[in-house]
């Protein structure tokens, strides 16, 4: 599977960074350095940021509702950043609470809900995202890293549709469309996804997105029976990704169709080492 459901995603599915909006408190030295961690200036690390916010929140008396519900979003951004999703969920829900019109702690919860695996609760919050702004396009490419989990692969491609419509620079749309498309049988149309992807993912930055991408392309071209590109792809994820089971398994069936049982067999192994059901990851994307 792609990134964006390996968690790469950036696809995949990405947790938003802290709101550029600035909690409100008093001026004062203390205030206005915690105000910057907790809002991320800097890059800030987490234990700074959830430390920070803290401070931020413990004194709301000097805070009006709006900067509040700003503070809880960002500790929540924080604790999520540590996979500490359930904390996460619950600055979520308290900034929800006080600001029901702040759509990013909505699709943050999201965001939570989709790590932790539960994907329907997901899919609610990042329904209540869009209903409140239905322009917000990560909201959209986020719903579609649900769908895929669940499987819904119509409903995810509706939504990388949308999230491309809606921002077509986002990270990680134009290979989660592709991913989906391919696993649909649009093999056309995602080999032009996946090549925009990689056009799009120039810099060293891009490198896991880049993997992911590979891996997507791959599947076409073993999909449409051009085994010696998808085993150039799949050994292009893997020099980037070298632990991406879908790799190791796509590249090892396109050798063993090539006839190289010894190296297919030896990918086989090391994907299922990997991820122990990836042949049934397979037989659901249309591959045996």
């Known amino acids: 599977m792609t990134g964006a459901i390996d968690g790469l995603t950036?696809?995949?599915?990405?947790?938003?960074?802290?709101?550029?909006?600035?909690?409100?408190?008093?001026?004062?030295?203390?205030?206005?350095?915690?105000?910057?961690?907790?809002?991320?200036?800097?890059?800030?690390?987490?234990?700074?940021?959830?430390?920070?916010?803290?401070?931020?929140?413990?004194?709301s008396q000097d805070m009006t509702t709006a900067g509040l519900a700003i503070a809880?979003?960002?500790?929540?951004?924080?604790?999520?950043?540590?996979?500490?999703?359930?904390?996460?969920?619950?600055?979520?829900?308290?900034?929800?609470?006080?600001?029901?019109?702040?759509?990013k702690p909505l699709n943050n919860r999201g965001v939570a809900f989709l790590k932790k695996g539960e994907y329907d609760r997901a899919i609610d919050a990042f329904d209540q995202a869009i209903k409140l702004t239905p322009s917000y396009g990560e909201a959209f490419a986020n719903r579609a890293g649900a769908y895929l989990k669940k499987s819904e692969y119509d409903r995810a491609a509706q939504d990388y549709d949308e999230a491309i419509r809606l921002e077509p620079n986002l990270e990680g749309v134009w290979n989660g469309r592709c991913w989906t498309r391919a696993i649909l049988g649009a093999?056309?149309?995602?080999?032009?996804?996946?090549?925009?992807?990689?056009?799009?993912?120039?810099?060293?930055?891009?490198?896991?997105s880049n993997a992911a991408t590979y891996d997507s392309r791959g599947l076409i071209y073993l999909k449409m029976g051009?085994?010696?590109?998808?085993?150039?792809?799949?050994?292009?994820?893997?020099?980037?990704?070298?632990?991406?089971?879908?790799?190791?398994?796509?590249?090892?069936?396109?050798?063993?169709?090539?006839g190289d049982h010894a190296h297919g067999d030896a990918d086989i192994s090391k994907a299922k080492a990997i991820r122990g059901n990836i042949a049934d990851d397979f037989a659901r994307y249309g591959v045996r």
């Open 72 to 103: 809880y979003n960002n500790r929540g951004n924080a604790y999520a950043a540590g996979r500490d999703y359930d904390r996460a969920i619950r600055d979520f829900d308290s900034s929800i609470k006080l600001n029901p019109k702040y759509d």
């Open 10 to 59: 950036p696809l995949l599915v990405v947790l938003l960074l802290a709101s550029p909006a600035v909690a409100q408190a008093p001026k004062k030295d203390g205030h206005l350095h915690d105000i910057e961690l907790c809002n991320g200036v800097n890059r800030s690390p987490s234990e700074a940021r959830i430390n920070s916010c803290t401070a931020l929140i413990e004194a």
């Open 187 to 208: 093999l056309r149309a995602a080999l032009e996804d996946c090549n925009k992807a990689l056009q799009s993912n120039s810099s060293s930055a891009a490198a896991a």
């Open 226 to 258: 051009q085994t010696s590109a998808a085993v150039e792809d799949y050994s292009s994820a893997l020099r980037l990704d070298p632990k991406l089971a879908s790799a190791f398994y796509g590249r090892g069936l396109a050798e063993l169709k090539r």
